[in-house]
């Protein structure tokens, strides 16, 4: 059986990767599957543990990170966050196509262990327009805003090192292009 493609989407904190996300992912064409991440942070009103993330103690991730199950993970405002290696692989090997949204620097880890995974970066149509959503999500958690704004902003400077990059200016285009390139991996893999 072939294996399945490993795409990953990208982009500064609070981009707009959601909506890109669920067009991908309501294509059936693109035959994908979600990678669930884990992350030490409470569970909010409106989420279902293994659906939105597993929610885990400090002590379940860093045994994660001890063990090795993590094929990439970061730490934002004392949460850590990380994508979970078995259910990758178990996924591929069965032929599935899986997306896996992550932080910018979970890119390379990924890379590292799957370096045919397909990435994208997803950039704001400019940084103000992003600093405005950021203020809007957040607009009573000044220091949320300021650790947004920041990350974003590192985040952004790396986005040169992505062969793939698509703005949110335009999200159907964005995600034409993503679907473009997906179908013409999938292509090259079965000559």
Known sequence: MKKGLVVILSGASSVGKRPIRKALMNDPDLNLFYSVSMTTR????????????????HQGFAKAVRDRELLEYTEFNGYYYGTPKNQVEFLIEQGKNVLIEVEAQGVGPIKLNMPDALAFFVMPKSFED??????????????????RLNKAKMDMEIAPLFRNCVSTEDVNAAVEKIKELIFAELKKRDE
């Open 42 to 57: 409470p569970k909010k009103e409106n989420e279902i543990d293994g659906v939105d993330y597993y929610f885990v103690t």
């Open 130 to 147: 992003l600093e405005k959503q950021i203020n809007e999500i957040y607009k009573d958690d000044k220091a949320t805003i300021a650790n």
